[in-house]
């Protein structure tokens, strides 16, 4: 199996509540990207997504563009392993 870039994304602001895993999950129709969007107990939105690294940074380019008046801070992990996702979700 081959290994693919992978990141996980985290959001904090006013980021649950606002429609934020929606707009993920539209956003990521666009690009090339599998994964999910899911709230966090603790207030925040994660992101895990996999792809090549160009698609992965664009999509989280436009998401970070499309709801940039809630998020306050993001923080990305990014390495490579063996895929583990198909489509994306809104878990």
Request: hydrophobic share 40%; charged share 25%; proline share 1%.
């Amino acid at each position: 199996m081959d290994e693919i870039h992978h990141a996980e994304i985290h959001f904090e602001g006013h980021v649950q509540g606002v429609g934020f895993r929606y707009a993920a999950f539209e956003v990521a129709r666009e690009f090339e990207v599998a994964g999910y969007v899911q709230n966090l107990p603790d207030g925040r939105v994660r992101i895990e997504a996999e792809g090549t690294a160009q698609e992965i940074e664009a999509f989280a380019a436009a998401v970070e563009e499309k709801m940039r008046h809630f998020i306050r801070k993001t923080q990305r992990s990014t390495h490579v392993r063996t895929a583990q996702f198909t489509g994306f979700g809104i878990r």
